[in-house]
């Protein structure tokens, strides 16, 4: 089975701080991706990424930034946390298969700024 | 650009009767896959069912079948015989078979089942 997991379920941040959520994926995926999800907007992508070293913005990347280093890792990193960025966030990955490009997501990390 | 509509915020419905929630969509690309997820009180994302574009007949996956009119650019899902454990969050999605290869969401539907 494919495992995609999030460094936190839930975190609490002041506002300024810099916060980084971890995603991690154990199928060699080429595709990874970072949404947000707010209540009666479904999920709004920030980040997605090809390949290692690569980043493509999404709709939502203003006050965000990514990092993939390795294949398997993409980070999600909110350089000085704002209230309006409580949410929760949800890391996915993918590949071509028979059903498209199907994703599988991580448990997602409910972020709180305070 | 790909839009995903829901309009249905949200429905209930009596444990084993059938269920249908709407999904339309927008887009241009000329061949893309079509997805419905189910997200319960955990949070988490469960893959349910997939449609594309260019398939002749609707999908099936055991209680789910997404009723795919083309030219209509709807794509619902149908829950046959619900059950208490189906309550929960659901949301159509699409992808471009091409170009980028993110999920487009629509805002989702949270249903209820009732016993």
């Known amino acids: 089975d494919v495992k995609v997991t999030q460094s936190s379920r839930y975190l609490v941040k002041r506002t300024g701080e810099k916060v980084f959520l971890e995603c991690v994926q154990d199928?060699?995926?080429?595709?990874m991706f970072w949404y947000r999800q707010d209540p009666g907007l479904g999920l709004r992508l920030i980040y997605f990424?090809?390949?290692?070293?690569?980043?493509e913005k999404g709709d939502i990347p203003e006050g965000y930034s990514v990092s993939r280093e390795k294949k398997e890792r993409f980070s999600l990193i909110l350089e000085s946390a704002s209230t309006n960025q409580t949410s929760m966030y949800l890391c996915a990955s993918s590949f071509w298969r028979e059903r498209g490009y199907e994703q599988y997501f991580g448990p997602g990390t409910r972020l709180t700024v305070t | 650009a790909q839009k995903i509509t829901q309009t249905q915020p949200g429905m209930f419905v009596q444990e084993k009767e059938a269920v249908t929630l709407d999904c339309t969509y927008d887009?241009?690309?000329?061949?893309?896959?079509l997805f419905w997820y189910k997200q319960p009180s955990s949070g988490e994302m469960i893959f349910l069912i997939y449609q594309g574009s260019y398939d002749q007949q609707n999908a099936t996956e055991g209680r789910y079948s997404l009723n795919f009119q083309k030219a209509r650019k709807s794509a619902n899902l149908v829950i046959s015989a619900s059950q208490l454990g189906d309550s929960a969050m659901y949301f159509c999605?699409?992808?471009?078979?091409?170009?980028?290869?993110?999920?487009?969401f629509g805002s989702g539907t949270r249903l209820q089942v009732q016993p």
């Open positions: 199928m060699d995926h080429e595709n």
């Open positions: 999605a699409m992808s471009p078979d091409t170009g980028r290869r993110a999920l487009t």
């Open positions: 887009t241009s690309d000329p061949s893309y896959g």
């Open positions: 990424s090809y390949d290692v070293k690569m980043k």
